[in-house]
């Protein structure tokens, strides 16, 4: 095995998991993100020698996937124009109750505002490495993270405990 075998094998075990997770949030689909995630580290390994000497090289991975999924998607969404069809895949994989809420919630929040989130708080990165990774200007980094929170908060609070904890306030 070649040393770019083996630093490119290290790299695939000790990011790919993560990826796939930060992916899939961002896209809202697991299925969809492992496709995107698997062509982004064929695209990696192809160019690892250039690929393996960016600062983050995790990053490039993470960017590519999205914007695979992404033209995946609108692929898909043209296609099924064209045939007139309908899909009802809304398949949620279940792997606890939080994971589902989250990913749930995240569904329900503006594709630029879940990006945001997930790259700030499931993938630890600063509001200027988003704008490295993706292009979008800082402030607006921090303003889709705003209002991304305050639209999970939405759909993340717990109604029946919220208005319980109320009407005890009230008495």
Not at 60 to 82: D, E, I, P, T
């Amino acid at each position: 095995m070649t040393r770019d075998a083996e630093d490119f094998d290290t790299f695939y075990a000790t990011s790919s998991r993560r990826v796939t997770a930060h992916v899939a949030m961002m896209v809202g689909n697991r299925a969809e993100a492992e496709d995107a995630v698997a062509e982004a580290y064929l695209r990696a390994w192809n160019r690892w020698h250039r690929i393996s000497a960016y600062d983050d090289p995790e990053a490039w991975v993470r960017q590519v996937a999205y914007r695979h999924a992404v033209s995946a998607w609108r692929k898909a969404v043209n296609r099924l124009r064209a045939h007139r069809s309908e899909t009802t895949d809304r398949h949620v994989e279940a792997l606890n109750p939080d994971h589902v809420a989250i990913v749930a919630a995240l569904r329900q929040i503006p594709a630029d505002q879940r990006r945001v989130i997930v790259l700030h708080h499931l993938a630890g990165r600063s509001v200027a490495e988003i704008h490295r990774e993706t292009g979008i200007p800082p402030g607006t980094v921090t303003t889709w993270l705003a209002r991304g929170r305050r639209a999970l908060a939405a759909h993340l609070t717990d109604r029946e405990t919220y208005e319980t904890g109320r009407e005890h306030r009230d008495v």
